[in-house]
């Protein structure tokens, strides 16, 4: 009954109030916890920065006043946020079923490859038809891409982990394949594919600024998936073959089916997000159009505590780094990399953290 | 003429598989051991980044490649240590902390690259072949075979001593045991804790002077990245050989024999096949691996599950 962490308060209040008071302090150690995390991540880059001889706080100074300078600058932001939700989302679901997919990276390039193959194909459609069919054709790309993975995983008991990893060297090594052979542009210098038809292109919300339906499409997915996963029947099992493969046997679950099924969703939403880096803002295909994307996504889900909803707020979180990390780049010459430190440290500060959390989980041990 | 010229060819192929298998038999060596104490450890591309950029910043700076070998390897014990700290002191899921190592090594590693090697000029003298008396003499395989550098031939007395720690000594019984019935352990009066801290450590140093050979041995400078998914692949080469030292040094024969032809095929271009298909070889042969051996025998029962007292 009684909280460990808030035991004062509690221990006061009258029956009637504790409700309320765990209602309200649960939200608040839901947010609590990731974000000691990242600060305590940040402070670990502030110091790598300071004991490698730059200056840490003219650096801060400069990211904070610049990543929100103006309308231009935070629809930088969205325009980043927009994959590293769409692949945190998907990745929740996996990671609530223990699929344990590193492959988003893979995935997000299957989608951006059928998505240019797609787009520069045809002439006189409808906008109104060839935008959903550049995003049907990602979706499917990606899920398809991940679907090798599991469907290895159910046949041959192959750890996805490994499958996932292999797959996505391989999907960069066909982005190079196709970039220098069937999808190249010929009159291009590099190797790059021809410009998406117009009509694939993403319609733009805010113009000037390159800001599409993407983010609202994430944030839409973002929304049913966490109603997918906590609100119904299929989700549930889906999480109960995550903790249990055992017990979901034993319910009459079946574990290959909920396997493929998280796979394949979270493979569609990178597949989905890697449509949109080529149909929103690249317009082409190159051999490198994902700065990491698919493993960022990862931080981003861990980080949310494998929550959809949540991982809209570390996307965005996420998004304001690395459009933190660019400016650090151009103005002080620090290596855009740090990113990749802070995300590891954030994931392991919040497994570090999630150990303080067992004893107020369990207050009668 | 023609026999002689193929044989040759031979030779020099299993030359150049041996010498490019190196890297993942020190990694897959040192997987075997962590996995038999029971901890998955999917952070050795992170760790071998970290050997191979230690190794090449103090051999770079000091001109010595011996100190660039230390250095790797105390780049593997740190690493080992802070992937042990959370998984086997504070128990956190394995699989969570490995992914954390891995983006670790790749950002830390290519951070402090660009901060104080900005110009990517001169390189390091590599590990220079080394003459065996009588074996390198021998025709033709003498002279492919046994014109490796140091950190090659250490493959073979690194995996005769796996071998001999995991099979002869008590350290390695109980080693084993730790991955198979952690509870017979810690009733026996020994500390599960400890053991998986050595069977890491010993992990993470081997992962890191593989990396480390790909900076001293095999190419001079260090580039972000450059273990290239050999991390992965010796994750794959472990299960494959079944957990077993002997094994994961003859998978990894077999995987340094794709990269050579990979490399052949690459500068011998076969004009009907994109060059992409070579690159991708040894990471297509990783998922054939896992779809031959369906058969699990000899996964250490405790793989990846943290050892709690009750």
Redesign the interface.
Known sequence: MANSESGQPLAVAPQAYGALWRGLLRPLRTVAQPAAAVALALACGAA?LAF??YDARAVIDVMVLGVFQDTRSIAEILLKATPLILIGVGLCVAFRCSI?N?GAEGQFYAGAAAATAIGVSFNGLGAWLYVPLVMLAGALAGAAWAAIAGL?KIY????E???T???N??AL??T??LV??PLRDAAAAYPQSARLVQEAWMPRILPPTRLHIGILVALVLAVVMYVFLFRSARGYALRVVGISPDAARYAGISVPRNIMISICLSGSMAGLAGAFEIAGVTRRLFQSISPGYG?EG??VA?LANNNPIGAIFSGLLFAVLRSGSELMQITAQI?Q?????????V??SV??F??LRIPSLRPSE | MEDLASLSFLAATIAASWRLAAPLIFASIGEVFSERAGVLNIGLEGTMLAGAFAGFAAAFTSGSILFGVAAAIAAGVLVGLLFAFFTITIKADQIVVGAAINLLGLGLTAFLFRSYFPSAGKGIDIAKPVHLPWLSDLPFFGEALFRQNAFVYSTLPVAALAVFVLYRTSFGLTLRAVGEHPKAVDVAGRSVALYRYGAVLICSALAALGGAFLTLAHSNQFVEGISSGRGFIALAVVVFARWSPIGAFVVSLLFGVFYALQLQLQAQPVHFLPYQLFQALPYLMTIAALIFVRNRVGTPSMLGVAYKKS
């Open positions: 790598l490698n001889g344990w590193i290895l041959f008991r192959a750890s982990i490994v499958t990893i292999m797959l060297y391989i090594i066909m190079s394949y220098t052979g493993f990862i931080a861990l290596p990399v740090l990113v990749l430190v802070i995300q590891g440290i994931i392991l497994v570090g999630a150990v």
